[in-house]
């Protein structure tokens, strides 16, 4: 089940931390909330739904995985999320109705060439902490200007 975010800005670690709680259990300063995310596992489950690769070992880095997954496109409904929110109620959230939660399709099979190549993030199989990965990098577009 996707767990819900809060980012802190609050220079514990010497950088921003993403938790799954609101208040940094260094300084105690509350965080901005960040919304849903699908767990590590889910982002998993959910690539190799799309590419029928596995999420961990070597064939997604050989030659033949890779051009499946530049065949990726983002889901523009969720911006890859997988998941929608209720703007208006914090705790509700379904999976996304476009992608049914994977994220993205091959070939555009919902949407145009343009988003083609946009997935950039690590894939799964990578711990957030050796890639750097963030629950909300390179996906402001989904928080819609609200902060
Ligand atoms: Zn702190
Ligand atoms: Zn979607």
């Known amino acids: 089940m996707p767990e819900q975010w809060w980012r802190f800005d609050c220079g514990c ?31 998993m489950a959910a690539f190799t739904r799309v590419t029928g690769l596995p999420a961990t070992g070597r064939a997604r880095m050989t030659p033949e995985g890779k051009a499946i997954q530049d065949r990726r496109v983002l889901c523009k409904l ?7 929110e209720d703007p208006l109620d914090r705790d509700t959230w379904g999976y996304c109705p476009q992608c049914e939660g994977n994220r993205c399709a091959l070939d555009g099979d919902f949407f145009s060439e343009e988003v083609k190549g946009a997935l950039d993030e690590p894939m799964p199989g990578v711990s957030d902490e050796e890639t750097g990965w963030s629950p909300d990098r390179g996906t402001e577009d989904w928080r819609g200007g609200g902060s």
């Open 13 to 43: 670690k010497n950088r921003t931390q993403w938790l799954r709680q609101a208040v940094c259990p260094e300084c105690g300063a509350h965080g901005q909330y960040v919304g849903w995310q699908l767990t590590l596992e889910e982002k």
């Open 78 to 84: 969720c911006m890859g999320k997988g998941l929608i």
